[in-house]
């Protein structure tokens, strides 16, 4: 079994940051790309950003330049900066990848989900 946990949410005003991270831990022989969605409630799942096991990434239009997305695999976390925050970020962040593990087949697992609210 593999749980992902994600940290780093919280309240912040416009124009500020925040750092989330999503560490996986568990029976982990392999982890493939590593995804940031968001959700507003009464809305679909977004992807915001994601990041191949290789480094490298892709981003949602509305946050290029402004969200970056990193990994350590050493530490099976990956991490969301994001910067110029703006109301409109205001979501449940959720981080999401596919693990194989030993013995395991290759499943898909979803954290938690750490809220985001920015304030105008």
């Known amino acids: 079994q593999v749980q992902l946990v994600e940290s780093g949410g919280g309240l912040v005003q416009a124009g500020g940051s925040l750092r989330l991270s999503c560490a996986a831990s568990g029976n982990i022989f392999s982890i493939n790309a590593m995804v940031w969605y968001r959700q507003i409630p009464g809305k679909q799942r977004e992807l915001v950003a994601e990041?191949?096991?290789?480094?490298?990434?892709n981003y949602a239009d509305s946050v290029k330049g402004r969200f970056t997305i990193s990994r350590d695999n050493a530490k099976n976390t990956v991490y969301l900066q994001m910067n110029s925050l703006k109301p409109e970020d205001t979501a449940v962040y959720y981080c999401?990848?596919?693990?194989?593990?030993?013995?395991?087949?290759?499943?898909?697992?979803w954290g938690q989900g750490t809220q985001v609210t920015v304030s105008s």
């Open positions: 999401t990848t596919v693990v194989s593990g030993i013995l395991q087949p290759r499943s898909r697992y």
């Open positions: 990041i191949t096991s290789g480094g490298r990434t």
